[in-house]
T-cell receptor
Framework: DAKTTQPTSMDCAEGRAANLPCNHSTISGNEYVYWYRQIHSQGPQYIIHGLKNNETNEMASLIITEDRKSSTLILPHATLRDTAVYYCIVRRGFGNEKLTFGTGTRLTIIP | EAGVTQFPSHSVIEKGQTVTLRCDPISGHDNLYWYRRVMGKEIKFLLHFVKESKQDESGMPNNRFLAERTGGTYSTLKVQPAELEDSGVYFC???????????FGPGTRLTVL
Protein backbone atom coordinates (compact mmCIF):
# COMPACT_ATOMS: atom_id res chain seq x y z
CA ASP A 1 0.00 0.00 0.00
CA ALA A 2 1.13 3.52 -0.73
CA LYS A 3 2.10 5.53 2.32
CA THR A 4 0.52 8.81 3.30
CA THR A 5 1.89 11.66 5.40
CA GLN A 6 -0.34 13.98 7.38
CA PRO A 7 0.29 16.63 10.02
CA THR A 8 -0.20 15.31 13.51
CA SER A 9 -2.64 17.99 14.57
CA MET A 10 -4.41 21.12 13.41
CA ASP A 11 -6.74 23.72 14.86
CA CYS A 12 -9.48 25.57 13.02
CA ALA A 13 -11.90 28.24 14.16
CA GLU A 14 -15.55 27.32 14.17
CA GLY A 15 -17.28 28.49 10.99
CA ARG A 16 -14.08 28.68 9.00
CA ALA A 17 -12.92 26.27 6.34
CA ALA A 18 -10.70 23.47 7.59
CA ASN A 19 -8.04 22.42 5.10
CA LEU A 20 -6.35 19.13 5.85
CA PRO A 21 -3.33 18.23 3.72
CA CYS A 22 -2.05 14.80 2.80
CA ASN A 23 1.03 13.70 0.90
CA HIS A 24 0.96 10.43 -1.04
CA SER A 25 3.93 10.74 -3.38
CA THR A 26 4.14 7.00 -4.13
CA ILE A 27 0.50 6.56 -5.12
CA SER A 28 -0.08 4.19 -8.03
CA GLY A 29 -2.20 4.94 -11.05
CA ASN A 30 -5.02 2.65 -9.96
CA GLU A 31 -5.15 3.86 -6.36
CA TYR A 32 -7.76 6.21 -5.01
CA VAL A 33 -7.41 8.74 -2.21
CA TYR A 34 -9.89 8.08 0.59
CA TRP A 35 -10.66 10.13 3.67
CA TYR A 36 -12.20 8.77 6.83
CA ARG A 37 -12.57 10.34 10.23
CA GLN A 38 -13.02 9.05 13.74
CA ILE A 39 -14.95 11.13 16.19
CA HIS A 40 -14.12 10.29 19.78
CA SER A 41 -15.58 6.95 20.94
CA GLN A 42 -17.18 6.23 17.57
CA GLY A 43 -16.21 4.00 14.68
CA PRO A 44 -14.43 5.46 11.63
CA GLN A 45 -16.70 7.28 9.21
CA TYR A 46 -16.23 7.52 5.45
CA ILE A 47 -16.03 11.09 4.16
CA ILE A 48 -15.05 11.17 0.51
CA HIS A 49 -12.76 9.62 -2.08
CA GLY A 50 -11.32 10.49 -5.48
CA LEU A 51 -8.99 9.29 -8.20
CA LYS A 52 -7.71 12.40 -9.96
CA ASN A 53 -10.58 14.82 -10.30
CA ASN A 54 -11.70 17.08 -7.51
CA GLU A 55 -14.73 15.74 -5.69
CA THR A 56 -17.43 17.29 -3.55
CA ASN A 57 -20.21 15.81 -1.48
CA GLU A 58 -22.43 16.96 1.35
CA MET A 59 -19.66 16.56 3.88
CA ALA A 60 -16.52 17.87 2.22
CA SER A 61 -14.48 18.63 -0.88
CA LEU A 62 -11.38 16.78 -2.01
CA ILE A 63 -8.75 18.56 -4.04
CA ILE A 64 -6.14 16.31 -5.68
CA THR A 65 -3.07 17.84 -7.33
CA GLU A 66 -2.51 17.18 -11.00
CA ASP A 67 0.45 14.90 -10.30
CA ARG A 68 -1.68 13.10 -7.64
CA LYS A 69 1.13 13.26 -5.14
CA SER A 70 -0.88 15.23 -2.62
CA SER A 71 -4.42 16.17 -1.76
CA THR A 72 -6.41 18.43 0.55
CA LEU A 73 -9.63 17.67 2.34
CA ILE A 74 -11.76 20.77 2.83
CA LEU A 75 -14.52 21.05 5.40
CA PRO A 76 -16.13 24.29 4.19
CA HIS A 77 -17.75 25.51 7.41
CA ALA A 78 -16.28 23.62 10.33
CA THR A 79 -18.43 23.01 13.39
CA LEU A 80 -17.52 21.70 16.82
CA ARG A 81 -18.85 18.29 15.75
CA ASP A 82 -16.08 18.10 13.16
CA THR A 83 -13.49 17.70 15.90
CA ALA A 84 -12.02 14.28 15.13
CA VAL A 85 -9.01 12.39 13.81
CA TYR A 86 -8.93 12.49 10.02
CA TYR A 87 -7.28 9.72 8.05
CA CYS A 88 -6.01 10.00 4.49
CA ILE A 89 -5.72 6.51 2.95
CA VAL A 90 -4.79 5.34 -0.52
CA ARG A 91 -6.22 2.10 -1.83
CA ARG A 92 -7.49 0.48 -4.98
CA GLY A 93 -11.12 1.30 -5.60
CA PHE A 94 -13.76 -1.38 -6.10
CA GLY A 95 -11.37 -4.02 -4.87
CA ASN A 96 -12.62 -4.39 -1.32
CA GLU A 97 -9.06 -3.82 -0.29
CA LYS A 98 -8.41 -3.43 3.40
CA LEU A 99 -7.91 0.03 4.83
CA THR A 100 -4.45 0.88 6.13
CA PHE A 101 -4.88 3.54 8.79
CA GLY A 102 -1.97 5.75 9.72
CA THR A 103 -1.85 8.14 12.64
CA GLY A 104 -4.05 10.72 10.95
CA THR A 105 -4.52 14.40 11.75
CA ARG A 106 -6.21 15.37 14.97
CA LEU A 107 -8.41 18.33 14.01
CA THR A 108 -9.70 20.50 16.82
CA ILE A 109 -12.40 23.04 16.08
CA ILE A 110 -12.05 26.06 18.32
CA PRO A 111 -15.24 27.90 19.39
CA GLU B 1 -31.77 1.72 7.63
CA ALA B 2 -29.91 0.26 10.60
CA GLY B 3 -26.17 0.65 10.60
CA VAL B 4 -23.51 -1.83 11.61
CA THR B 5 -24.13 -2.98 15.15
CA GLN B 6 -21.69 -4.58 17.57
CA PHE B 7 -22.24 -6.38 20.82
CA PRO B 8 -21.26 -5.93 23.56
CA SER B 9 -20.21 -2.29 23.64
CA HIS B 10 -17.84 -3.03 26.50
CA SER B 11 -16.37 -6.21 27.89
CA VAL B 12 -14.10 -6.64 30.88
CA ILE B 13 -12.57 -10.07 31.40
CA GLU B 14 -9.63 -11.60 33.18
CA LYS B 15 -6.57 -12.93 31.47
CA GLY B 16 -7.11 -16.47 30.35
CA GLN B 17 -10.86 -16.16 29.89
CA THR B 18 -12.73 -16.36 26.64
CA VAL B 19 -14.67 -13.54 25.02
CA THR B 20 -16.86 -13.51 21.94
CA LEU B 21 -17.60 -10.31 20.08
CA ARG B 22 -20.49 -10.07 17.67
CA CYS B 23 -21.01 -7.92 14.59
CA ASP B 24 -24.22 -7.49 12.63
CA PRO B 25 -23.50 -5.88 9.28
CA ILE B 26 -25.90 -3.76 7.29
CA SER B 27 -28.47 -6.02 5.66
CA GLY B 28 -27.39 -7.15 2.22
CA HIS B 29 -23.72 -6.34 2.71
CA ASP B 30 -21.61 -9.28 1.59
CA ASN B 31 -18.31 -7.80 2.77
CA LEU B 32 -17.55 -7.81 6.48
CA TYR B 33 -14.32 -6.64 8.04
CA TRP B 34 -12.79 -6.72 11.51
CA TYR B 35 -10.30 -4.09 12.66
CA ARG B 36 -8.89 -3.25 16.05
CA ARG B 37 -7.02 -0.51 17.83
CA VAL B 38 -4.89 -1.56 20.73
CA MET B 39 -3.72 1.00 23.24
CA GLY B 40 -1.64 3.74 21.69
CA LYS B 41 -1.49 2.11 18.29
CA GLU B 42 -3.11 2.67 14.93
CA ILE B 43 -6.26 0.97 13.75
CA LYS B 44 -5.22 -2.34 12.21
CA PHE B 45 -7.00 -4.69 9.85
CA LEU B 46 -7.72 -8.19 11.14
CA LEU B 47 -9.71 -9.99 8.47
CA HIS B 48 -12.24 -9.76 5.67
CA PHE B 49 -15.21 -11.99 4.88
CA VAL B 50 -17.04 -12.14 1.60
CA LYS B 51 -20.31 -13.75 2.55
CA GLU B 52 -19.25 -16.72 4.69
CA SER B 53 -15.77 -17.10 3.19
CA LYS B 54 -12.59 -15.62 4.60
CA GLN B 55 -11.14 -13.49 1.82
CA ASP B 56 -8.17 -12.17 3.73
CA GLU B 57 -7.12 -13.07 7.26
CA SER B 58 -3.61 -11.73 7.05
CA GLY B 59 -4.13 -9.39 9.99
CA MET B 60 -5.16 -11.99 12.55
CA PRO B 61 -2.48 -11.78 15.25
CA ASN B 62 -2.35 -15.43 16.29
CA ASN B 63 -4.37 -18.58 16.69
CA ARG B 64 -6.06 -17.34 19.84
CA PHE B 65 -8.35 -15.38 17.55
CA LEU B 66 -11.14 -17.15 15.66
CA ALA B 67 -13.59 -15.37 13.39
CA GLU B 68 -16.69 -16.94 11.92
CA ARG B 69 -19.52 -15.82 9.72
CA THR B 70 -21.94 -18.68 9.46
CA GLY B 71 -24.58 -18.17 6.80
CA GLY B 72 -22.96 -15.00 5.59
CA THR B 73 -24.88 -12.75 7.96
CA TYR B 74 -23.53 -11.81 11.36
CA SER B 75 -19.97 -12.52 12.43
CA THR B 76 -18.32 -13.45 15.69
CA LEU B 77 -14.76 -12.90 16.81
CA LYS B 78 -13.65 -15.15 19.63
CA VAL B 79 -10.54 -14.59 21.67
CA GLN B 80 -9.45 -17.67 23.61
CA PRO B 81 -7.59 -17.39 25.91
CA ALA B 82 -7.47 -13.62 26.22
CA GLU B 83 -4.18 -11.92 27.01
CA LEU B 84 -3.48 -8.46 28.41
CA GLU B 85 -2.28 -7.19 25.03
CA ASP B 86 -5.65 -7.99 23.47
CA SER B 87 -7.16 -4.99 25.23
CA GLY B 88 -8.41 -2.38 22.82
CA VAL B 89 -11.34 -1.44 20.64
CA TYR B 90 -12.56 -3.90 18.04
CA PHE B 91 -14.36 -2.46 15.05
CA CYS B 92 -16.50 -4.20 12.51
CA UNK B 93 -17.30 -2.76 9.08
CA UNK B 94 -19.42 -3.85 6.16
CA UNK B 95 -19.86 -2.93 2.53
CA UNK B 96 -21.77 -3.96 -0.53
CA UNK B 97 -20.30 -5.98 -3.38
CA UNK B 98 -18.81 -4.28 -5.32
CA UNK B 99 -17.99 -1.64 -2.78
CA UNK B 100 -16.87 1.93 -2.78
CA UNK B 101 -16.46 2.34 0.95
CA UNK B 102 -17.27 0.70 4.25
CA UNK B 103 -19.63 1.49 7.07
CA PHE B 104 -18.15 1.00 10.51
CA GLY B 105 -19.82 -0.05 13.69
CA PRO B 106 -19.32 1.74 17.01
CA GLY B 107 -16.81 -0.81 18.23
CA THR B 108 -16.46 -3.09 21.23
CA ARG B 109 -14.08 -1.97 23.93
CA LEU B 110 -12.33 -5.01 25.36
CA THR B 111 -10.41 -4.79 28.60
CA VAL B 112 -8.36 -7.77 29.74
CA LEU B 113 -7.26 -7.59 33.38
Amino acid sequence: DAKTTQPTSMDCAEGRAANLPCNHSTISGNEYVYWYRQIHSQGPQYIIHGLKNNETNEMASLIITEDRKSSTLILPHATLRDTAVYYCIVRRGFGNEKLTFGTGTRLTIIP
Amino acid sequence: EAGVTQFPSHSVIEKGQTVTLRCDPISGHDNLYWYRRVMGKEIKFLLHFVKESKQDESGMPNNRFLAERTGGTYSTLKVQPAELEDSGVYFCASSQEPSLYEFFGPGTRLTVL
